[in-house]
């Protein structure tokens, strides 16, 4: 399961990076929201990987915390995916702001002279 | 009955937020209730931060444990709940950050706030951003303010619209998003390794890592150490700073003067907490001395280069983070009292500078600077060019000009550091900190590079803001004389007078510094008010 869990991580991270060093600004908002599934998931495997462990103390088990997943990375997880979703939302709005006033959709505003 | 000074260290976040949430169920044409609220609140977060103020420096007394005011949100104890923490630093941020806040709202109330919608909310969720980072004391609420903070400036950086603006926003937001996922990263190896993100408790459990799982922890702290590198407009992290504040309108702008700050706050702070421990690379030492440097001749160089005037200011807030990067990477305790000085000292200038540049601008008529350098380049006749006056409103002040040209200097007398006035004062006492940390024997190369570095800035500001100067005033011979209203004159006067204040009480400031410095140097007192408990040996084995 880390070895799964570690690639997922890697390949969206690493797709996220490649796209957000385009020059369209389409890819770079694709670039973000790959990255921010990348930063998510790996914020919640800090927390250590369980299976059938569930962050609420149950009365009817033992006060092990063994036994439990650790409730505070699953928090932390989203608040991250709340606020990233509230930014890119707002780039995306940008996004159309810029490709409106520029004419094109180069992150500069304006075609590469090549 | 309820005792209302327990609340203090919390109502820094809570005004502006109230504030902000009450002028959005305004509507956008009720802008005297507006403004009224937002002068409210700004002066009731200056009167707070007074009195935080007072409290942390132990004039008046106190019910905490060596006067760090700490607050426990919803009363969980420390390492498990929220902690806020008002100590002298943030006492003092906070003061900074509200003083700024006055000027440049009373700016913007006369006209800057028309140019979009929502522009009073907006700068009362940058506030809270802002004031909740200095006083925040968990790593994650850290990130959580620095995303308010981020996001209020994202509206406030478009505020206006325009082409320039809308690209050099979007450069802006994608920037500091890829600043915040590295933050996010940080934290959770943080978490992952340390189990706390209590910044007091991290301190005490940093020093019990070993092996592997301190490595991890050092990774963490460098990835942490990037990100806030990003905020403080580090080079080579800062390619997007005189781009954006140079696009932002001028109150935008000038409030954005203390967004740098926060990060080399964020930097002070964890860096002296972790310092006992031995702080990894980001926070203190070589690496922030070196990074500084490059920063600094990164600003030198831009300031030369630039034509535009709001850009010359972006690099002139480069070059004072550099200063302060170098200055705080200087080991020891003596030369942080004097950067704290200066600190205080950048943020009010530049703030003023970017308030002012704005006014001058409108004495020039339409396209003079691109106009002046193709006449320079090619030697041509001045075109006739009609006369586009701004259409201001107000009250047009006498010796408007004047007024203009006096604040001119001053600004540019705080930035470059010549006396007589708080700039002056700052570098002196910096440079006089620097040479005292190796007085034993003969001073260190570091000391020399810092010298050498602080005196080619000044020499650089000279040369750049002088020839801004003539080219604003002197070389145009169509200027028009600009209609200013009393609002607008009166913050830039505002804040020059606080500068002026802090040269004739340099003596007391400065003293007052030095001790916030010593106690930045002792992070035991921080810690034991937070956690409520003598902390543990920071050097100890086995827990």
């Known amino acids: 399961m880390e070895l799964i869990l570690s690639l997922a991580i890697g390949v969206l991270a690493g797709s996220g990076i490649w796209l957000i060093l385009r020059p369209r600004t389409f890819q770079v908002i694709m670039g973000l929201s790959l990255l921010s599934y990348a930063v998510n998931l790996f914020i919640f495997s800090m927390g250590r990987l369980n299976i059938g462990a569930a962050p609420i103390i149950d009365a009817g088990k033992a006060a092990d915390p063994a036994l439990y997943a650790d409730p505070v990375p699953q928090a932390l997880v989203l608040t991250a995916i709340v606020i990233g979703f509230a930014t890119t939302a707002l780039f995306l709005v940008v996004l159309l702001a810029a490709r409106g006033l520029a004419g094109n959709d180069h992150v500069d505003g304006r075609e590469a002279n090549l | 009955m309820i005792d209302w000074s327990a609340h203090l260290p919390v109502l820094p976040i809570i005004i502006p937020l109230l504030a902000g949430a009450c002028q959005l169920l305004l509507k956008d044409s009720r802008r005297r209730v507006r403004i009224g609220i937002s002068l409210a609140s700004v002066l009731a977060q200056l009167l707070v931060a007074v009195k935080l103020l007072l409290i942390t420096s132990g004039i008046q007394a106190s019910p905490w444990f060596g006067h760090i005011a700490v607050y426990l949100l919803g009363d969980w104890p420390a390492p498990f ?343 002056f004062v700052a570098k002196f006492s910096l440079l006089s900190a620097a040479l005292q940390t190796s007085s034993a024997d003969s001073p260190s190369l570091d000391t020399w590079l810092l010298v050498g570095a602080i005196l080619v800035s000044g020499l650089a500001g000279i040369i750049a803001l002088t020839r801004a100067g003539i080219r604003l005033f002197w070389s145009t011979e169509d200027a028009v004389t600009p209609r200013l209203s009393l609002s607008e004159a009166a913050p830039v006067a505002f804040l020059v007078l606080c500068c002026v204040g802090l040269a004739v009480w340099a003596g007391p400031v400065l003293a007052y510094l030095n001790d916030t410095a010593l106690a930045l140097d002792n992070p035991q007192s921080y810690i034991q008010a937070v956690l409520r408990q003598p902390a543990p040996l920071l050097q100890g084995g086995a827990p």
Not at chain 2, 157 to 178: C, D, F, K, P, Q
Not at chain 2, 213 to 234: N, P, Q, S, V
Not at chain 2, 306 to 327: D, F, H, K, P
Request: proline fraction near 4%; include cysteine.
């Open chain 2, 81 to 423: 709940g929220i902690v806020m923490v008002a100590d002298r630093l943030a006492a003092i941020m906070l003061t900074l950050n509200a003083v700024l806040g006055i000027a440049t709202l009373v700016y913007a109330t006369a006209r800057w706030d028309r140019a979009g919608v929502h522009f009073h909310p907006l700068f009362q969720f940058l506030l809270m951003g802002i004031n909740g980072a200095f006083l925040t004391g968990d790593l994650f609420n850290l990130f959580v303010f620095f995303e308010v903070l981020l996001a209020a400036s994202y509206g406030l950086m478009l505020h206006g619209s325009g082409e320039a603006r809308v690209t050099a926003g979007l450069h802006y937001i994608v920037t500091n998003l890829v600043a915040s996922f590295l933050l996010l990263i940080a934290m959770a190896l943080v978490y992952g390794v340390t189990g706390t993100l209590n910044m007091a408790d991290l301190a005490v459990q940093a020093g019990r890592l070993a092996g592997p799982d301190r490595i991890l922890f050092e990774t963490a702290a460098a990835i942490l150490g990037i990100a806030f590198l990003i905020k403080a407009a580090a080079w080579p992290l800062n390619f997007w700073l005189p781009n954006a504040y140079g696009s932002a309108c001028a109150p935008v702008a000038a409030i954005f003067a203390i967004m740098t700050k926060v990060g080399i706050y964020a930097l002070l702070r964890l860096g002296s907490l972790l310092l006992p421990t031995g702080a990894p690379a980001a926070f203190g030492g070589e690496w922030m001395f070196s990074l500084g440097l490059a920063t600094l001749m990164f600003g030198i160089i831009g300031m030369l280069a630039t034509q535009q005037t709001e850009r010359l200011i972006g690099y002139c807030v480069i070059s004072s983070s550099g200063t302060l990067l170098t200055a705080l990477g200087m080991p020891g305790v003596t030369v942080t009292g004097p950067a704290l000085f200066y600190l205080i000292n950048s943020v009010l200038a530049l703030g003023a500078f970017y308030l002012l540049i704005e006014m001058v601008e409108r004495t020039r008529s339409f396209g003079a600077d691109v106009l002046a350098i193709s006449l320079e380049a090619f030697d041509l006749d001045d075109p006739e060019s009609p006369d586009h006056s701004d259409d201001v409103v107000g009250v047009a002040l006498p010796a408007a000009m004047a007024f203009l040209g006096m604040a001119f200097i001053a600004c540019s007398l705080l930035v470059i550091g010549l006396p007589p006035l708080s700039g």
